[in-house]
């Protein structure tokens, strides 16, 4: 219901702000890019629906792809629209909403803890599941990785695509004045999503985030390099000047995970986030120090390979996995926590072929239209690996929005 609600929301919302633009809605409908997205979403659903004529649990196949027609469908469309009629100015503001929403979620969990990460999760007033908002949080933390990394690059040419002359670096300093306060800024926003991510003690996003910031880092040294290349082509591949030149500005993306390190290490934290991040490096033997969430998931992708074993052309059917063979356990985790493992449990290898061929069509139509946004769509499917559902990663299938789109400079 909640989702419902929030989904209704979503969709007036743009419907309203469509109207204030005076955009034609029937135009935006009859769109062929628009027509695209929803048929290949069709065809995505009209496919799990037709796996529950053999499903083992029909009942719980068809919740899922209610819950992605109630809550992935919507995100996907309002997307779609919110890319199509992108302005700065939409930018700035969904940027600083993050960062602003991010402040105040964490200030109320310093407050007031509303997590338990003990027991399966209950809705009730005051208290918070960890993983809903360690996903929203930790993907808030990516989106303003890259955009702080994007302002960097407008300034200080941390990401170039190439530099034609020397007046763009003698320019270098201005731009980078001019620019500074908005970095800063999105720089303690950005310490304050990450540490929000720790405070939820969401593992997966965690990782995700710092995985993000290694890649970020790398991609930065390798084109500041290849730029340092053009200009100055007898300078030493990797020479001390070379490395003095493009070091303090590739330190700036490390700045926010340095300030949330500051945050985490220097402010008292609740016994059962430490204990959670201490039995995720206890790798020995596979025990994790007895870890429920972790060995709940090994249980689970173990079964799943069962499954895959016995079903492996057409799989268990959508939802199969929860009840399989009344295995009780089953019942409370109810699917792998792994979109593959999910997929091919319950779709077969036509269910796998489908994902992959779904996961390259978002990557692949992305790349071509933001290639920046590609970092976020992997961290996507990197949450996909470890938590929730395919019906419940709309972090993930938002990117079908992209499909339709015609590549805009």
């Not at 209704?8 to 469509?18: K, S």
């Not at 695509?161 to 720089?187: A, C, H, I, S, W």
């Not at 200009?231 to 340095?258: C, E, G, V, W």
Request: proline residues 4%.
């Amino acid at each position: 219901m909640l989702k419902g609600l929030v989904s209704v929301l979503l969709i007036a919302v743009a419907i309203v702000d469509c109207l204030v633009l005076n955009e034609d809605l029937r135009t935006f409908i009859k769109n062929k890019g628009f027509k695209k997205t929803i048929v290949i979403i069709l065809l995505l659903v009209a496919y799990l629906s037709l796996t529950l004529t053999y499903s083992s649990n029909p009942a719980y196949g068809f919740q899922k792809i209610l819950n992605f027609l109630i809550s992935v469908v919507p995100s996907v469309i309002v997307f779609y629209y919110l890319i199509s009629t992108l302005t700065k100015l939409r930018v700035k503001l969904f940027v600083y909403s993050l960062g602003i929403i991010s402040v105040l979620t964490v200030s109320y969990i310093l407050t007031v803890y509303p997590f338990d990460q003990s027991t399966i999760y209950e809705y009730r007033a005051g208290r918070w599941s960890h993983v809903i908002y360690g996903r929203m949080i930790s993907s808030f933390a990516v989106i303003l990785l890259l955009y702080m990394v994007a302002m960097i690059g407008r300034a200080a040419r941390l990401l170039p695509k190439k530099l034609y002359t020397l007046g763009q670096v003698r320019d270098t300093p201005r731009q980078l004045k001019e620019e500074r306060p908005r970095v800063l800024f999105l720089m303690f926003i950005t310490s304050i999503a990450i540490y929000g991510t720790y405070l939820s003690a969401f593992r997966a996003g965690f990782i995700g985030v710092l995985l993000v910031g290694i890649g970020l880092l790398l991609i930065s040294i390798k084109n500041k390099v290849k730029s340092k290349n053009i200009l100055n082509p007898d300078l030493p591949a990797f020479s001390i000047q070379r490395i003095n030149s493009f070091l303090p500005t590739s330190l700036k993306l490390f700045l926010p995970f340095i300030i949330a390190a500051i945050l985490i290490f220097t402010i008292p934290a609740k016994d059962i986030i430490t204990l959670r991040f201490d039995n995720m490096v206890a790798i020995d033997n596979l025990q994790f120090k007895g870890d429920p969430a972790i060995h709940s998931r090994l249980e689970a992708w173990e079964l799943s390979w069962e499954i895959i074993k016995e079903h492996p052309i057409i799989g268990s059917g959508f939802g199969g996995f929860n009840g399989y063979n009344n295995i009780e356990w089953t019942k409370m985790i109810k699917y792998p926590h792994n979109i593959i493992l999910e997929m091919t449990a319950e779709g077969g290898v036509i269910g796998l072929l489908i994902l992959i061929l779904l996961i390259y069509i978002i990557l692949s139509r992305a790349w071509k239209i933001y290639p920046g946004i590609i970092l976020f769509l992997l961290f996507a499917i990197w949450l996909a690996l470890f938590s929730k559902d395919l019906s419940s990663q709309a972090v993930l299938w938002i990117g079908l929005g992209f499909y339709g789109l015609k590549r805009v400079d």
